[in-house]
């Protein structure tokens, strides 16, 4: 148990976070920020339609269509709609389905994969209206602040933990990370006021967990930051008819979100409750994000980029002839990372989710295809030869240098061939940290993922309508293009 010596003091960062929620104007937020917002806002729902329809996703809503009934909340790239609670579930799991969404590098979480469920489904509770809520539209705009009221909370709900501390101890961080970052923004979507936020913010967290051993085998990796959305939609959604939750979430000593995750650590302080607060309204995280461009955990795209550099400076040496005189790869990573990614994997063919968080497999994925992307965990590459025979010649290993801020995600990658010469590479920084990924990149990105699920004039109409959210005077219309 956590003594009061060595507990932190208690602190209201708890009421302290649902005043800002509730007071939160889009005067009060940078118009860059609000424009990167949107941006992630569009990354999210192209990671969606794309993940819609992969054999996981198509499972799940197999599953949930067995039992659940119909409902009035859209689904991504489907006619079908459930009620809130199996619609928040269902986009979070698509949106997360192929880990082509964003991340946080310092508190790791999938923001869109939890934010935009629960706002989506927020919304056409709102607008649907019941015996005790008068139907009300949504604004385009206030979909957007609440969504900022998502990104902000969750990566300093996780840095009041030390974000990526929770991974090395085998937590899957971004479904803990999420729950309050969920209700608060769903809470804010239903203008529910600083008191009945703070009881949203508390149903929420008292549901979290998750489990990172999800990585290996299975389909349930998919979904656990859907359990988030769904957590904080579900406390918000209680609160919202003066259901009572846990008051002083964050800062409780005994049995409070921070001090039962941080349990363990060996930190001293355990946790850091000022964190939460710290920076709100001065210190946008929304433009710390990071946009993926490879298909992978995040955390590995440092060794990617690390390999990309290598191929391009010696490429005589990594031609597809040449892999064969590898004689070893090593791979330097952070603490959390190493935790993560850097297991042996001990059984042949991967699964796709444990192929996508193996950095022994990504490294060799790269070294054979010259890239990470979706076509690199279908059935045929899970399986090449090539690849498990760099997987083989692989160690990973944990390097104090990369568990600095910042440079969580990079690597040193070293590979030494069988006529002794060795090469070297070392990215501290994978590309979208400093400077971040540009929107026109995201967009760049929406398009060649667009141009996969829908016909163009689908994707074109909603593209224009995430990007001009601030204009949009009822979200249904973005709703209707989202189930196409």
């Known amino acids: 148990m956590i003594t009061s010596e060595s507990a932190p003091k208690e602190q209201p960062v708890t009421a302290d976070l649902c005043d800002w929620v509730t007071s939160l104007r889009a005067s009060d937020i940078p118009t860059h ?16 339609l794309v993940g819609a329809h992969v054999p996981w996703s198509e499972k799940c809503i197999d599953a949930i269509d067995d039992y659940e009934p119909a409902g009035y909340c859209s689904v991504l790239d489907t006619n079908k709609k459930y009620g809130p609670l199996a619609a928040a579930i269902l986009n979070g799991a698509f949106i997360q389905a192929v880990e082509l969404d964003d991340y946080h590098s310092a508190a790791p979480l999938h923001s869109a994969s939890v934010i935009l469920p629960a706002l989506f489904a927020a919304a056409e509770v709102r607008s649907h209206g019941s015996q005790k809520q008068p139907r009300r539209a949504v604004t385009g705009l206030e979909l957007l602040i609440a969504a900022v009221v998502g990104f902000e909370t969750g990566p300093r709900a996780g840095a009041a933990m030390y974000g990526a501390e929770l991974l090395s101890r085998g937590w899957h961080s971004g479904p803990i990370f999420g729950c309050p970052a969920a209700a608060a923004a769903a809470s804010k979507l239903l203008n529910l006021d600083s008191e009945a936020t703070e009881s949203a913010i508390g149903i929420a967290c008292t549901q979290a967990g998750g489990l990172m051993a999800a990585q290996y085998e299975g389909m349930i990796k998919r979904v656990q930051h859907a ?7 579900f406390g918000a959604l209680l609160a919202r008819n003066g259901y009572l939750g846990i008051r002083k979430v964050f800062e409780r000593p005994y049995g409070g979100f921070l001090a039962m995750f941080s349990r363990g650590n060996g930190r001293e302080p355990p946790y850091q409750p000022e964190e939460v607060t710290a920076g709100l309204g001065r210190v946008w995280q929304t433009t710390n994000i990071r946009v993926k461009l490879h298909a992978c955990v995040g955390g590995c795209h440092g060794q990617v980029e690390a390999l990309e550099r290598l191929q391009e400076i010696y490429p005589d040496r990594f031609t597809q002839a040449n892999l064969q005189n590898i004689q070893s790869i090593r791979v330097a990573l952070s603490e959390p990372v190493f935790a993560h990614d850097g297991w042996v994997p001990a059984e042949r063919p991967l699964t796709a989710t444990g192929a996508q968080m193996n950095a022994a497999y990504i490294g060799a994925a790269q070294l054979v295809y010259g890239q990470v992307l979706l076509e690199q965990f279908d059935a045929a590459a899970l399986d090449d030869d090539r690849v498990w025979e760099l997987i083989r010649k692989t160690t990973c290993v944990r390097d104090e240098e990369f568990d600095q801020p910042n440079h969580l995600c990079g690597a040193r990658v070293t590979v030494k061939f069988a006529d002794g010469v060795t090469v070297e590479e070392t990215v501290a920084m994978p590309r979208g940290f400093d400077p971040p990924i540009t929107d026109e990149e995201i967009r760049e990105k929406w398009r060649r993922l667009a141009r996969t699920v829908g016909d163009d004039a689908r994707m074109q109409r909603l593209e224009g309508a995430v990007l001009s959210l601030e204009d949009l005077k009822d979200v249904s219309e973005l709703f209707a293009l989202i189930r196409g």
């Open 227 to 233: 359990f988030a959305a769904r957590n904080g939609l």
């Open 33 to 48: 920020v609000l424009q990167r917002a949107k941006h992630l806002i569009l990354d999210g729902i192209a990671c969606g």
